[in-house]
């Protein structure tokens, strides 16, 4: 690991606020006051920040259902997509879209996405632009992101998006979260090739990485290699797989009966991504435990603002159906 | 008769015609659920529960749990029902059809017409449908405007248990392929199921909700509902409406609307879709066509707007229709000189 104070203490920070921001939600939603379906990234904070913390405003991501933790690691507002998921008229979205449709096109954020699948495409049409508009000053190409899950990956759409990105050596990077259920049916089930998705974007041609999603260092360090390769003009496509986990059911509400016993308590104990950063970096001395109980006090403070802000923010008003379908009509 | 919920006289019908018919199988995403986990097949038994105990009762055989993959299932029921079985697919919500429309529209849709009558295409696609649950712009969508334009297939909406127990069994039996609209939000609505294992309600023939002869309301799915109430509040008022529940949109009941109207002179159509090219529409110009003598003012459409389906509450209830303004429009009809 190479990074220094500030930069270990940005990766926490950012991991902790969408720990926080997911754990509030989960209190939020049952009281009935959030509408819709939220899905939860608690658990996977390491991807989406060992990940986005590679990236530029150039860069561009395309997410899932399951995007907060996308979002917030990509730089989107706090504020803006708590007040979206409580349907606010000033939410990143003006209360059109809520939890699965948050985007932040200037930030280089796509759109959480409601379709499974529906992400890998766009994203390589990202790709596409990026390659057109050609490398930078340094010689590097901005790249493109596809989140997808282990069950996004059996999509026809995500197979397709990989083989385009291929044939036309578009600057597209495809990280497959796998966190070993797709609702609530087992990657053992539904991913054919025995469990494994990165070997599927192997058979396209394309190189690929494989890490342990609850190692932010882990992550973190394979995608300054994946994005050294693509950023090379010439090299076209990459993909990542990271085994990971999510620590809330599948939708909130789920009653997770497909999981073993003791599965959660398990997980907690030891495949979290946030207790795993914590003993590395004081063991290592580089941060201390007072760094960073600060840092989860300051990322406990932001959520409980957002959450007021958003109990405060102006609602739509009927008449705001009609806003936005088309730019001119 | 017994008294049960919308999802359960699916969930039954379905079984009972798999016990029935051994050619009947069940596909879909988490159909089974917990394939592959610890907790094993039927931890979920499918997340509208329309499916429970159907693993162990079936097996994996006719039972058949997929990948996310909605070209696949769609084209797979397509396949099966070609090579003799009677597939039920499940499509998990109706806004996925994007996913698949070219296993539904360009292959299910044209086998017969396509091939000279040689073929038998007997799949039932189900696709629970509708808005209601803030779900967004994803997972809300009403469809019954793209089914009903395909020519080969045949489209029901329930809009009561019996009605859901009754057309999934006529889909089931039917020899072509059928799109069956379930309401989401009708899931959990009681009523009486008739208990004949053989109970189905033919296709083409709407149901008189309501009885009335000053306005014709035509409705379907969970506009059904909004039209009776609008119906029963207006009767407090001395008005009098024909409530007519479609049942199914292909084929379409087009003497039960026509023989309303001829009665009443006015008409108000409530469609759950956006207002262009829809049902609202279409039956719109059947009767400006067809009944134009009887017609005493213009014709009213309760639909959404011409927008995609918004997430918060205050914009999805200023999206869907609502029985006030199925009533505010029969007013309107009745207020025109
Ligand atoms: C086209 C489509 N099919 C099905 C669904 C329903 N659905 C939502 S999330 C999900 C599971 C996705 O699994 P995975 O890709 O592993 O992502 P995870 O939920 O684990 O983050 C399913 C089946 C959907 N939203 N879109
Ligand atoms: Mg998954």
Redesign the interface.
């Known amino acids: 690991m190479q990074l220094n104070r500030e930069a270990l203490t940005r990766a926490y920070r950012q991991m902790k606020l969408i720990r926080e921001f997911e754990e509030r939600l989960h209190e939020e939603i049952q009281t009935g006051e959030i509408?819709?379906?939220t899905h939860l990234y608690c658990g996977q904070e390491a991807v989406a920040v060992g990940v986005c913390e590679h990236l530029t405003p150039r860069d561009k991501i395309v997410s899932t259902h399951r995007g907060h933790g996308h979002c917030l690691a990509k730089g989107c507002d706090v504020n803006g997509m708590m007040k979206e998921i409580w349907?606010?008229?000033d939410g990143l979205?003006n209360?059109?879209?809520?939890s699965?449709?948050i985007a932040d096109i200037d930030k280089g954020m796509l759109g959480a996405?409601?379709?499974?699948?529906?992400g890998a495409p766009i994203a390589v049409g990202a790709a596409l632009s990026n390659k057109i508009d050609g490398p930078d000053d340094d010689g590097k190409l901005a790249i493109s992101i596809a989140f997808s899950g282990d069950?996004?990956c059996?999509?026809?759409?995500t197979f397709e998006a990989m083989n385009l990105a291929a044939v036309t050596k578009a600057p597209a990077i495809f990280v497959f979260e796998n966190n070993h259920?797709?609702?609530?049916?087992?990657?053992?089930?539904?991913?054919?090739t025995s469990k494994d998705i990165a070997s599927r974007a192997e058979a396209f041609g394309m190189k690929v990485w494989r890490a342990d999603g609850t190692d932010f260092f882990a992550v973190y360090d394979c995608m300054r290699e994946v994005l050294d390769y693509v950023r090379t003009p010439g090299n076209g496509p990459a993909a990542v797989e990271f085994d990971t986990e999510r620590f809330f059911g599948h939708f909130e509400g789920d009653p997770q009966?497909?999981?073993?016993?003791g599965?959660l308590d398990r997980l907690r104990a030891t495949r979290d991504c946030i207790k795993k950063f914590r003993e590395s970096v004081t063991g290592a001395k580089l941060l201390s435990d007072e760094d960073l109980d600060k840092i989860d006090a300051e990322a406990l403070d932001a959520i409980e603002t957002a959450v007021q802000e958003s109990r405060k923010a102006p609602?739509?008003?009927?008449?705001?159906?009609?806003d936005n379908?088309y730019i001119s009509y | 008769m017994a008294k049960l919920m919308y999802r359960d006289a699916i969930r039954n019908t379905i079984f009972q015609e798999m016990q029935r018919d051994e050619r009947v199988v069940v596909l879909g995403e988490d159909v089974v659920g917990g394939m592959g986990t610890a907790g094993g097949p039927e931890a979920i038994g499918g997340i509208w529960s329309t499916s429970t105990g159907f693993y162990d009762a079936f097996g994996p055989e006719r039972v058949i749990d997929t990948p996310i993959s909605e070209s696949a299932i769609m084209g797979a029921a397509g396949g099966l029902a070609l090579a003799g079985k009677r597939p039920v697919a499940e499509i998990m919500f109706a806004d996925f059809i994007g996913v698949c429309m070219d296993q539904l529209w360009n292959q299910i849709a044209k086998f017969r017409y396509m091939f000279g009558g040689k073929s038998v295409c007997p799949a039932v696609i189900r696709m629970p449908c509708g808005a209601g649950y803030n779900a967004a712009a994803q997972h809300s969508q009403m469809i019954s405007q793209f089914v009903t334009n395909m020519p080969g297939i045949k489209v029901a909406m329930p809009a009561t248990p019996a009605d859901a127990c009754g057309l999934l069994r006529q889909a089931i039996r039917d020899d072509d392929p059928v799109v069956f609209l379930e309401h989401k939000f009708l899931y959990a609505m009681s009523g009486e199921v008739p208990d004949d294992p053989d109970f189905c309600v033919p296709f083409g023939h709407a149901r008189l909700a309501r009885a009335g002869e000053d306005v014709t309301i035509v409705a379907s799915g969970m506009m059904v509902g909004y039209a009776e109430t609008a119906a029963d509040d207006l009767a407090q008022d001395g008005i009098g409406c024909d409530v007519i529940d479609l049942r199914t949109t292909s084929p379409l009941d087009e003497e039960a609307i026509l023989d309303s109207v001829e009665v009443t002179g006015r008409l108000v159509i409530v469609d759950e879709a956006p207002p262009r090219c829809s049902l609202a529409t279409d039956i719109s110009a059947l009767v400006a066509n067809k009944a134009f003598a009887s017609l005493k003012a213009p014709i009213e459409m309760v639909t959404a707007p011409h927008t995609p389906v918004p997430f918060a509450r205050e914009l999805e209830g200023a999206y869907l229709p609502s029985p006030v303004k199925v009533a505010a429009a029969v007013r309107k009809t009745l207020e025109y000189r």
């Open positions: 509408a819709g379906f349907g606010s008229q979205c209360g059109k879209g809520g699965m449709h996405n409601g379709i499974v699948g529906a069950g996004a059996n999509q026809g759409t259920y797709s609702e609530h049916t087992g990657d053992a089930y539904a991913v054919g009966r497909y999981r073993g016993e599965e609602r739509p008003q009927p008449e705001n159906v009609l379908v």
